[in-house]
């Protein structure tokens, strides 16, 4: 077995996550720059600021669901190939990774002939307003043309993150999100090509990430590598791939339907200058998921490898330093929003009525946030293991069966701030719940550790 993998199953847990997860974190974090990083600095466009902003949180929605695809590839196959680098299976995991390949470029041409056929109404239906659509169709388009970049960089990157190479991961993430925070304020500003520079930005810096992510798989440098010979769809395979991909696929899109839900009920009850408050207040949210989540891929081959192994107690051993870490983070990151919302505020506009509306909802729309880290490490644990069911389950129930339906109720009693307690609601339910599932799984470990059983899994 390679080093880097026998490392897996032997060095000390504590270690083996910090090596792990801080570059993974790093990765997330650079990553959400691509986004971030356009929104600011079109929030700051002289007179079009915060219009041209709204227009980017209207097509948000539809990026998510372009990007949340590759969760199929990345979020189903990286696990799966994790585990059988656990049992010592290079060959599976290759054939993983082919198929893997193979769905991806499938999909990406799907996905840009039918947005492209569709954008105008989907982008209204999103909660685009006349004043707001030009800006979103602008973006939207020209991301579109990279969608096969997209696709590349975000599913194939996880391959890379199950073999224990997070530095490397992290070095193709660095390189786009560099670029496209030179090339930002160059083309939004000194071409004053305005929301059109911010997308081709984010092509163009995503297609590198793309070309360095494939370069790096095709290379001899990694144990699992892009092979002639399995770039074909491997139907078992491909059906195990998406039934475990489902739960990651599904937490994205249904973080799409959400921003629709939210975008066409702000529209309704509050207006323009809302819809731009909600982006906002997404972005500064995603400065917190993000990173968790970044620590949790980072923390994800260990709980897989070990799986796979059968080395039931050190799989224990990271699930729970999992959760202190990410509970704790959660917890100090909300106490931040708490103390400082105009901070947080003033970072995507400068103009004083919006920075007022984000300074008062801020505090209440991340109510629950400081929960969500039982959640997140919940969600990783039953990935990592190949519970499909209950993964899928985790990712539904906040946003399907409690989000969504909070978001079209309340706001009939509490007008456009019923929208906004929708959203603290629902985090402390789910995250409560997906607690008690992980601590009934826990239990269960316990009981093989003690038995010493030969079982290879559990829950589903």
């Known amino acids: 077995m390679d080093g880097q993998n026998s490392k897996m199953g032997t060095e000390k847990i504590g270690s083996l996550m910090l090596r792990l997860s801080i570059p993974s974190i790093i990765a997330q974090i650079i990553n959400v720059l691509y986004n971030i990083v356009d929104r600011i600095y079109v929030g700051h466009i002289k007179d079009v600021g915060p219009i041209a902003l709204t227009g980017l949180g209207v097509s948000a929605p539809l990026i998510l669901i372009i990007s949340a695809f590759s969760m199929f590839v990345g979020g189903g196959g990286a696990p799966l190939a994790a585990i059988a680098l656990g049992k010592n299976n290079k060959e599976e995991a290759e054939k993983i990774l082919g198929t893997g390949l193979v769905i991806l470029t499938a999909i990406s041409i799907i996905l840009t002939v039918l947005v492209f056929i569709f954008k105008e109404p989907l982008l209204y239906m999103f909660g685009a307003s006349n004043s707001t659509y030009p800006y979103a169709n602008i973006y939207t ?57 911010a997308a081709i930005a984010t092509v163009f810096s995503q297609a590198l990430s793309a070309i360095f992510v494939v370069w790096f798989l095709i290379s001899k440098k990694l144990i699992i590598r892009i092979k002639k010979e399995y770039l074909k769809i491997d139907l078992g395979i491909a059906k195990r791939t998406i039934a475990l991909g489902v739960s990651p696929f599904a937490m994205q899109v249904t973080e799409s339907a959400i921003l629709i839900v939210f975008n066409n009920g702000l529209l309704k009850y509050g207006g323009d200058i809302y819809v731009g408050a909600m982006t906002i207040m997404q972005s500064v949210m995603q400065l917190l998921t993000i990173p968790v989540q970044g620590f949790t891929q980072g923390v994800q081959p260990i709980i897989s490898f070990n799986f796979g192994a059968k080395k039931y107690d050190r799989m224990n051993k990271a699930i729970k330093l999992s959760l202190r870490v990410t509970l704790g983070t959660t917890l100090a990151y909300y106490a931040l929003v708490f103390i400082f919302p105009q901070l947080f505020a003033g970072v995507f506009t400068s103009q004083a009525e919006l920075t007022e509306l984000v300074t008062k909802i801020l505090p209440i729309f991340m109510g629950g946030m400081w929960l969500f880290g039982i959640q997140m490490s919940a969600q990783m644990f039953f990935v990592g293991t190949g519970q499909a069911l209950k993964s899928l389950f985790i990712a539904l129930l906040r946003k399907v069966f409690i989000l969504i339906p909070l978001a079209l109720y309340l706001p009939k009693h509490f007008g456009v701030m019923g929208i906004f307690y929708s959203e603290p609601i629902a985090d402390i339910i789910s995250a409560t719940t997906s607690g008690i599932l992980l601590y009934f799984s826990l239990k269960q470990i316990n009981k093989m550790i003690k038995c010493k059983t030969g079982a290879t899994s559990f829950g589903d």
């Open 141 to 197: 388009s020209i991301y579109l043309l990279g969608t096969i970049f997209v696709q590349i960089a975000l599913g194939l990157n996880l391959f890379i993150t199950c073999q224990g190479q997070t530095k490397i991961a992290m070095l193709s993430v660095l390189i786009g999100a560099v670029t496209n925070i030179i090339l930002d304020p160059i083309l939004i500003f000194g071409f004053n090509m305005g929301v059109m520079g």
